[in-house]
């Protein structure tokens, strides 16, 4: 944490975001001109360069969908009111970049929403590049000038290829949701169990509690299912809608209704290329685009699987759009008519089986990957799902939660765990089986096996045998938050 820049108390979390941004806007440096933040909305943004510029006294102007008249009155205005009054009238903004450097010469400078000017104003990264370039009027003096946005398509192009904002930025920052530990402390839960839950349904996006729910925290397990009806099962609230404004507002998004067939095929469990395409009745290469902008847009992820070079598994990055494509999506006729007990009522066994199971897998990834190396003997090099082929029992072996070293030239890789994730089931005798056949096969591939620790992560419980049985460790909830 920088020693110059405390990070203000109301802020919450976000102490190595703080650190990126006071660093840049204390830098003595006068190389340091131009940083770049992004991320999907609600996560803060705003909220935290906001709180920054207030720290330094810097001047920072929130851009809003308008014409280019439009939003070059409104920066003239907000100028204006942070210099000390009058009024700046501009004809383009070559002419207001100039005066906002001249009259801002050293300090902070925020732009919010950055995609909204640069739509109406597509020349504008262009006179931002000139602006900086050595005879520029920001080589004039020491200003820090900070573009934010949540358009994570055009706020990527930013700094990409031969865009002319390329090789000019000090910081690129990312402002992601918060994990899941940071999460269960902001909606203030203490019960693990709960706290995945609500995990499972609305992330770690912070708005979602403040704005969105008007901080309505569930109280206890008993009151999970009440607080799913008042909130995101409940039309009433933005949260009911909020997974299909997701899509709407990603720029490069046009036909809704494909991108959510793609989504709803992922939470469904279909999670490769061939299997999503097969799920929506199209023919692979024909959804390469609409993967393509989802992935741009964070919406989904894709990941290696751990044992099988070239295959590719996809997953939804936001949980509330999981639980929208695996419940709401298919229950909308009676939730359109408000009966939302019905369809909450009808829609358990999937929100266990499609929601809460595999969001539980991928805690237990994440935990694994933050452990220290007292957990598998060593840092983890690489986590991640994976499949072991089964050629005896013309079967294959899904492992949740596979743990490698890191990669060393010229010797086999080493697996440090085998590791099987249960939400809801006690873990027995013969989830370890399944676990020890995966290590040996995986030592006929070739891979080093010899101190590999099977791991079994549980929502549950375990049988007593699991506890006695030195070749294995059991993860429990607690330890998952520890």
């Not at 000139?130 to 706020?155: I, Q, T």
């Not at 897998?361 to 935990?367: G, K, T, V, Y």
């Not at 992560?457 to 070749?471: C, E, H, P, T, V």
Request: aromatic residues 8%.
């Amino acid at each position: 944490m920088s020693a110059r820049l405390a990070k203000p108390a109301h802020v919450f979390d976000r102490d190595r975001e703080w650190e990126g941004l006071a660093r840049f806007a204390t830098s003595p440096s006068p190389d340091v001109r131009l940083g770049i933040v992004s991320g999907r909305r609600r996560q803060g943004k705003t909220y935290l360069l906001d709180a920054l510029a207030r720290q330094v006294d810097g001047f920072f102007f929130a851009a809003t969908e308008a014409t280019e008249i439009e939003s070059l009155a409104r920066f003239g205005q907000a100028l204006a009111a942070h210099t000390g009054g009058g009024r700046y009238a501009f004809d383009d903004w070559e002419e207001a970049l100039e005066r906002l450097f001249a009259v801002i010469p050293r300090g902070l400078i925020v732009i919010d929403e950055f995609p909204y000017l640069s739509k109406a104003s597509p020349a504008l990264p262009s006179l931002i590049q000139h602006a900086l370039d050595p005879r520029g009027p920001a080589r004039r003096g020491e200003a820090r000038l900070l573009l934010c946005g949540s358009a994570l398509g055009v706020m990527g192009r930013l700094l990409a290829g031969n865009a002319p904002l390329r090789g000019r930025a000090s910081l690129e920052l990312i402002v992601r949701p918060l994990d899941y530990r940071a999460s269960a402390k902001f909606w203030n839960i203490g019960d693990p169990r709960l706290a995945v839950l609500v995990h499972s349904i609305v992330g770690g996006t912070p708005a979602y509690r403040r704005e969105f729910v008007a901080g309505d925290s569930p109280e206890s397990l008993a009151d999970f299912g009440p607080w799913v009806l008042r909130t995101v099962l409940n039309p009433q609230t933005p949260l009911f809608r909020e997974a299909r404004y997701l899509l709407a507002e990603e720029t490069d998004i046009r036909d809704t209704a494909l991108y959510h067939g793609v989504l709803g095929a992922i939470a469904s469990g279909n999670a490769t290329r061939g299997g999503i395409a097969n799920h929506i009745g199209r023919k692979s290469p024909d959804i390469g685009h609409q993967l393509t902008v989802l992935e741009d847009a964070r919406l989904i992820g894709r990941e290696a699987d751990a044992f099988r070079k070239g295959k590719t598994l996809y997953r939804i990055r936001e949980p509330l759009i999981v639980f929208y494509e695996a419940v709401m999506r298919r229950e909308w006729t009676r939730l359109d008519r408000g009966d939302r007990d019905a369809a909450w009522a009808n829609s358990q066994a999937t929100f266990l089986s499609q929601v809460v199971g595999p969001h539980f897998e991928e805690i237990c990834r994440e935990w694994a990957m933050s452990a220290g190396p007292e957990v598998f003997g060593e840092l983890p090099g690489e986590v991640a799902a994976g499949t072991v082929a089964d050629p005896h029992n013309r079967t294959q072996i899904e492992v949740d939660v596979a743990v490698l070293a890191q990669e060393e030239p010229g010797r086999p890789r080493r697996v440090l765990s085998l590791g099987e994730a249960k939400w809801d089931r006690r873990m027995t005798a013969g989830h370890v089986a399944r676990l020890r056949r995966a290590r040996d096969l995986l030592a006929v591939k070739g891979y080093d096996t010899r101190d590999t620790l099977l791991t079994c992560y549980s929502g549950a419980d375990f049988d007593a045998d699991l506890r006695d049985d030195r070749d294995v460790r059991l993860i429990t909830l607690a330890d998952l938050y520890g």
